[in-house]
């Protein structure tokens, strides 16, 4: 297996620091987009240097950091050009009201705003990260400022909502540093499915027993979310409907949670037709119990074993590929045999245009997965890797079917 390119391998990232307390989670951030690939420039303004220092800075970004506009160690004594130049993002985090106004009125008395206004706009995006206590934010000035700065092309990431170092709660927390790598490296993929809808379905269902007992199987749920994560930063919309799992929800991706497989399929039919990609990750249990038991099943001292009957679940996939105004359908197969064979079956069985066969057993609860692409044209394997690259990969794949389709 060859290792998958880090994802903001060859970016280099200017982080910029205004003055707030949020600049702690900055030095995070560092450690954040340098694993991620990145190089990363730090600069900061006064007001940041008062909350953490450039040493810091210094050493995790393994840079020195520019403080000014004035420093004469640039040979041609324009840090704001070359900065700017090399940049492949400007990312501002913190961004306090303060810089937020700056950057509306396009003001440049310090070296932070005068690269960001200094920037080819056109080649070198600006992302800016805010972080104030709330009535600040909420502030019609501060909401006008980045109404503003929208306007002029800025994107805004956050903020969040909670605890803040002042002791109120509201909206103004800087997003944390994962986060924010996070949206970094969605802001660069290549905006393939923008404004599409998609629903996926994903993990494992449970089939209850009784209360305390019940039929289920070995889907972590991960691959599904991959999906949902690489779709969301394609530039869909994603409602991801997810059975029993313990998997964070990818950032603006809609979630339903359910159990049975009953439950998925009363999620996902009415909602269908509404979206332009059907994807069913999902291990749907084929049987549930035909009956409940209201209380627990209890030894009763003869050694007999309770029998139950099983009855057949709903096929979701092949529900929604029955409807009339049907999205694209994209269905999984988890196989443990004749991989390529049982895939092509299930195309034609549960008549959609696109199979994703994967070994199940080498699969369930495993960050890596080999993928096998069954569709009316033939076969196309996406080699072993972790979950997340092939799952853009597969993204890359129903953006391209669905522009010919
Ligand atoms: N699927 C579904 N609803 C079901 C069963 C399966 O939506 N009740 C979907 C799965 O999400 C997957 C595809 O159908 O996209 C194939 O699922 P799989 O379990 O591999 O196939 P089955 O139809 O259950 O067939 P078999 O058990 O014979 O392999």
């Excluded at 913190?94 to 206004?117: H, M, N, T, W, Y």
């Excluded at 009363?266 to 209201?294: K, M």
């Excluded at 007999?304 to 049907?326: K, M, Q, Y």
């Excluded at 096998?372 to 979950?387: P, S």
Aim: charged share 20%; glycine share 6%; hydrophobic share 45%.
């Amino acid at each position: 297996m060859s290792a998958a390119p880090l994802p903001l391998s060859g970016r280099h990232v200017v982080l910029g620091l205004s003055g707030g307390i949020a600049c702690y989670k900055s030095a995070e951030l560092v450690r954040e987009l340098t694993k991620a690939g990145a190089s990363v420039q730090v600069v900061m303004t006064d007001a940041a240097t008062q909350f953490i220092t450039p040493v810091t800075m210094q050493a995790l970004s393994n840079r020195p950091v520019a403080l000014s506009q004035w420093d004469a160690r640039e040979p041609n004594n324009m840090a704001h050009i070359n900065l700017s130049r090399e940049a492949d993002a400007i990312l501002v985090a913190p961004a306090s009201a303060d810089f937020i106004a700056k950057i509306a009125q396009g003001r440049a008395d310090e070296l932070l705003s005068l690269l960001c206004v200094a920037r080819p706009i056109e080649r070198c995006p600006l992302l800016l990260a805010p972080a104030m206590n709330r009535e600040m934010w909420a502030h019609p000035a501060t909401q006008r400022n980045v109404a503003q700065a929208q306007a002029d092309g800025a994107t805004i990431l956050g903020p969040a909502a909670g605890d803040q170092a002042c002791g109120e709660i509201g909206d103004g927390r800087m997003l944390e540093a994962a986060e924010l790598c996070d949206e970094l490296i969605a802001f660069f993929q290549p905006k393939l499915l923008a404004g599409r809808k998609l629903l996926i379905t994903a993990g494992p269902t449970f089939e209850a027993i009784d209360p305390v007992r019940g039929i289920t199987n070995l889907s972590s749920g991960k691959m599904g979310f991959a999906i949902a994560r690489a779709a969301q930063e394609a530039g869909a919309e994603v409602t991801l409907v997810a059975g029993p799992v313990h998997l964070p929800t990818p950032r603006h991706v809609q979630r339903i949670d359910v159990k049975s497989a009953q439950q998925m399929h009363d999620a996902v039919l009415p909602r269908a037709a509404a979206h332009d990609v059907f994807v069913a990750t999902a291990a749907v249990a084929d049987w549930r119990p035909a009956t409940l038991a209201e209380q627990k099943i209890k030894k009763d001292g003869t050694k007999r074993v309770p029998s139950f009957e099983l009855t057949e679940n709903p096929d979701i996939l092949a529900a929604v590929a029955r409807l009339p105004d049907r999205p694209y359908c994209v269905g999984f197969a988890a196989e443990s045999h004749d991989i390529a064979r049982h895939a092509r079956e299930k195309l034609a069985r549960k008549n959609v245009p696109l199979i994703v066969a994967n070994h199940g057993p080498a699969t369930f609860g495993s960050d890596l997965n080999t993928l096998l692409l069954v569709d009316a044209d033939g076969e196309r394997e996406l080699a072993t890797a972790d979950k997340l690259s092939l799952a853009r990969e597969l993204v890359r794949e129903i953006a391209r079917r669905l522009q010919t389709s």
